[in-house]
Nanobody, 122 residues
Framework: EVQLQAFGGGSVQAGGSLRLSCVAS????????IGWFRRAPGKEREGIAS???????GYADSVKGRFIISSDNAKNVVYLEMNSLKPEDTAVYYC????????????????WGQGTLVTVSS
């Protein structure tokens, strides 16, 4: 059974930083593209960063220059380092795995983890 779990969320003031982690069981990140998504209150799910199994990286404009996605395949962990956080970054953050897609489109992902809440106060 494939399971993904995102953790590391919390409350932080604007301008602060957090690092989220995505761990998996039942699959190896070497074989998958991994994406980070978020859902803010009252908004649709948004793709924000992805890392491809061949090393590609992609970011949504809303986080480009502030967030960094990285992976440690030896530990089977993908990270999302979030810097210069803004109140509008407040959301539940999810990681997801895809065999075929690196696009920041939720429909392209096969497995989803439970989210972790990030709250940014002004």
């Amino acid at each position: 059974e494939v399971q993904l779990q995102a953790f590391g969320g919390g409350s932080v003031q604007a301008g602060g930083s957090l690092r989220l982690s995505c761990v998996a069981s039942g699959l190896t990140f070497d074989d998958y593209n991994i994406g980070w998504f978020r859902r803010a209150p009252g908004k649709e799910r948004e793709g924000i960063a992805s890392t491809g199994r061949y090393g590609s990286r992609g970011y949504a404009d809303s986080v480009k220059g502030r967030f960094i996605i990285s992976s440690d395949n030896a530990k089977n962990v993908v990270y999302l380092e979030m810097n210069s956080l803004k109140p509008e970054d407040t959301a539940v953050y999810y990681c997801a795995a895809s065999l075929s897609s690196t696009a920041l489109i939720p429909e392209g992902y096969d497995y989803w983890g439970q989210g972790t809440l990030v709250t940014v106060s002004s």
